[in-house]
């Protein structure tokens, strides 16, 4: 198993353990998103954004929230290709199963806070309890597939989603996460925290993760927990290594 507590040790075995070769045989490509050439591991090297996917004792009860990673940013050119979670708790209403469906934000300075902006939704997928990490393909089907500057992130809702970002099917919460959030870096080490927002829908509907949607501490569409937790989730990306 490539995951420790260790947050940093827990990213490079992962890198020692995989290549991009290998990620995209699994998922059936061999290009990476906005690339016109065939992929090569000396081409591109793996890159991962998030928290370590250590047993956190908490999953979500209210259905369809949002959660984003608020502790750092994806490189400029990340070819999103995994999103990586555990999920090895059950939810409160007593369910072993959900939906996970990964997201792309971009991230702007309001006045007094930070507002995240839906640029990318990923397929979702229907996912079930399992005491080891678990990974499903990253892969954006609407919006924005390749981070253009340093202020993206991503995130993830519990439901699948149509094109328009609308629930089709919901769930609790599928991904452990701990409150308030773990102090130290993420898995991406200096300059990253284990920050997550989550949303404060419930009750009410559940939001809608349609592109150019917003989310913020206030001033936005929608609005978050006053909390900031830690999630046992990360992304993991390629970008192309200098020439």
Not at 17 to 29: E, P
Not at 47 to 75: C, F, K, M, W
Not at 194 to 208: I, K
Request: aromatic residues 12%.
């Amino acid at each position: 198993m490539f995951f420790t507590n260790r947050t940093k040790i827990e990213f490079r075995e992962f890198v020692v353990g995989c290549s991009i070769g290998l990620l995209l045989t699994a998922f059936g490509s061999s290009a990476l998103a906005g690339d016109n050439t065939t992929t090569s591991a000396a081409s591109y090297k793996l890159v991962g954004e998030g928290s370590t996917l250590t047993h956190r004792s908490n999953v979500d009860g209210d259905p369809a929230q949002v959660y984003i990673y608020s502790g750092g940013t994806l490189p400029i050119g990340t070819n999103l290709l995994e999103f990586k979670y555990l999920f090895d708790t059950m939810s409160p209403a007593g369910t072993t199963s959900g939906y996970i469906t990964p997201l792309l934000f971009e991230r702007t300075a309001g006045e007094t806070n930070t507002v995240y902006t839906v640029v990318g939704i990923g397929r979702g997928f229907e996912v079930a309890l399992n005491s080891a990490p678990q990974t499903i393909p990253f892969e954006v089907i609407e919006g924005l597939k390749v981070p253009q500057n340093d202020y993206f992130t991503f995130g993830f809702t519990n439901a699948i989603v149509n094109l328009s970002g609308v629930s089709v099917l919901t769930s609790p919460g599928a991904v452990d996460f701990g409150q308030p959030a773990d102090a130290g870096e993420g898995v991406s080490g200096t300059g990253s925290t284990n920050d997550w927002a989550a949303t404060a829908t419930s009750p009410g509907p559940s939001p809608v993760v349609a592109l150019g949607t917003t989310f913020s501490t206030s001033g936005a569409d929608y609005s978050f927990w006053p909390l900031s937790r830690t999630y046992s989730g990360l992304a993991i990306g390629a970008i192309p290594n200098p020439q």
